[in-house]
């Protein structure tokens, strides 16, 4: 478990920091790039705080749930950000994306097919194949 958050810690710092680089070399504001970083700044919040409350099952859950959510956020946001601009940004969302379902089996595990599908977001579920 604690590889694959720190797996998921990587690739969020990585992709904040390639936003970084990416907005100093464009030199403007794009409302989609705020919003990305912002993302994936709380993105990194959660993955630390699931980190350090994997022994609360009640916080651990709300804070996967919630990284969950973020990361669909994220790859819309990408997917929006590349068909709406001219901007060649290459995040790794896929990365971010295996990650998280390589983690679904291990949230099955521990709180139970049926609570999954409230912390797993539909996506996730479909990719991992959560419904069979």
């Not at 651990?60 to 590349?82: C, G, H, P, Q, V």
């Amino acid at each position: 478990m604690n590889y694959l958050l720190e797996s998921l810690l990587t690739v969020s710092v990585k992709m904040l920091r390639n936003l970084d680089i990416f907005e100093k070399e464009i030199r403007s504001y794009h409302a989609y790039i705020y919003r990305l970083k912002i993302l994936i700044r709380e993105c990194i919040q959660h993955i630390e705080g699931a980190k350090k409350n994997q022994h609360s099952l009640e916080k651990f859950r709300e804070d996967l749930s919630i990284l969950y959510r973020e990361a669909d956020m994220i790859a819309e946001l990408n997917t929006i950000l590349k068909r709406t601009s001219s901007f060649n940004l290459d995040l790794e969302v896929k990365s971010l994306e295996q990650h998280l379902t390589e983690f679904v089996p291990l949230v099955v595990q521990i709180y139970g097919k049926k609570q999954s599908f409230l912390i797993v977001t539909p996506g996730f579920q479909q990719r991992s194949n959560l419904w069979e």
